[in-house]
């Protein structure tokens, strides 16, 4: 029996999963999320979610690219807010569908009723993650109000590493 | 035995090798993937409305939770020598939580002193969205500086599951 067809099949699957694999994880930067003890699994998530990754050091990525890093940009509001911005309105743009106009305060507000998710490691110092939040809830054109923190089932920083809380 | 049935035997005769030798390269390839740990999600809210505003709707109360941090803890690497940007974690970090003027240091007994105040019918308040109706008092989380995104996810989890509907963020964001 010749089983060199088959090896080739074998083969072309293997090279198949492994490109699937990792297109479905570039949304998903290498972070060590918190354990989570009552949160609920994100089972179904919505097809189009914007997802933030919020880096130790403060960057923040969307797909792989960082588009505010503060050691570049500078770690001021006034620094950070032009680069998060341009990725609010890109999302508004291009990823959420739940969008309206409203009246609040006297001014004309883009609110975004579709959830960002927030991404960062467990060590990530929380002065980063309300900086995103603040900008996101400051734009008039693109007002994001609604967020889900991502958490995960096991610590992995215990288990790879032996890490303690 | 004859010479055509000799033939015939030889010819069912399959050679394994090469498919032992793909089983073992999938059993390799699965071990080495990196399986991704299932994430969860906790809903939160930002403040919506902003800007000066001339409703008279009154104040709803709100609980107040406060995130301190008592000791920042001291850097260590997660994986000696790594060059990953995340590679850091912090040994005694520790945080505590001020609900109103109530200190906690363990975040188990904030969940159960949360979960009586979910269910006690004299600490709800008005539903302005639904008239006539009560609702869970909405609570606001203000982590103070130096608190990290581990300490806010894991309070919010806590918060969650006594049961509180609405967790908004307020008190700054722990500025630097």
Redesign the interface.
């Given at each position: 029996?010749d089983?060199?067809p088959?090896?080739d099949c074998?083969?072309l699957l293997?090279i198949f999963f492994?490109l699937v694999?990792d297109l479905s994880?570039q949304d998903?930067?290498?972070?060590?999320?918190?354990?989570?003890?009552?949160?609920?699994?994100?089972?179904n998530p919505p097809d189009v979610r914007p997802i933030i990754n919020?880096?130790?050091?403060g960057?923040m990525i969307f797909k792989n690219n960082p588009y505010y890093n503060p050691a570049e940009h500078g770690?001021t509001d006034k620094q950070a807010e032009p680069h998060i911005r341009r990725l609010l309105l890109e999302w508004k743009d291009k990823y959420v569908k739940d969008k309206t106009v409203e009246n609040?305060?006297?001014?004309k507000v883009t609110?975004i009723n579709d959830?960002v998710?927030v991404?960062?490691?467990?060590?990530?110092?929380?002065?980063y993650?309300?900086?995103f939040?603040?900008i996101?809830?400051?734009q008039t054109d693109a007002?994001?109000?609604?967020?889900?923190?991502?958490?995960?089932?096991?610590d992995?920083?215990v288990k790879?590493?032996g890490?303690?809380? | 035995m004859s010479k055509h049935a000799k033939d015939v035997e030889e010819e069912a005769k399959a050679d394994m090798t090469p498919m032992i030798d793909a089983v073992f390269l999938l059993i390799i390839f699965f071990l080495c993937i990196d399986f991704k740990v299932l994430e969860a999600k906790l809903p939160a809210y930002l403040p919506k409305d902003k800007g000066s505003n001339n409703d008279d709707t009154p104040p709803i109360e709100q609980l107040s939770l406060k995130i301190i941090c008592q000791q920042e803890g001291t850097p260590a690497e997660r994986r000696p020598g790594s060059n990953s940007k995340n590679n850091t974690m912090l040994v005694g970090h520790v945080v505590r939580w001020e609900l109103g003027p109530k200190r906690y240091d363990d975040l188990d007994k904030l969940k159960d002193d949360l979960t009586d105040i979910a269910n006690d019918p004299r600490r709800r308040v008005p539903d302005l969205k639904n008239p006539g109706k009560m609702k869970i008092m909405p609570i606001v989380i203000e982590p103070q500086p130096k608190t990290t995104y581990g300490d806010v996810a894991t309070t919010v989890d806590a918060v969650s599951a006594a049961k509180f509907e609405e967790i908004n963020f307020g008190g700054g964001r722990g500025a630097k």
């Open positions: 029996m089983m060199t088959m090896i074998v083969f293997m492994v694999i994880q998903l930067e290498d972070l060590i999320l918190p354990e989570a003890k009552y949160a609920v699994p994100d089972e919020i880096a130790q050091d960057r770690a609040l305060g006297g001014r609110v959830p998710l991404r960062a490691d467990k060590w990530t110092e929380w002065h993650v309300g900086l939040m603040t996101c809830s400051q007002a994001f109000w609604k967020l889900e923190l991502a958490m995960s089932e096991e992995k920083e790879l590493f890490g303690k809380r | -």
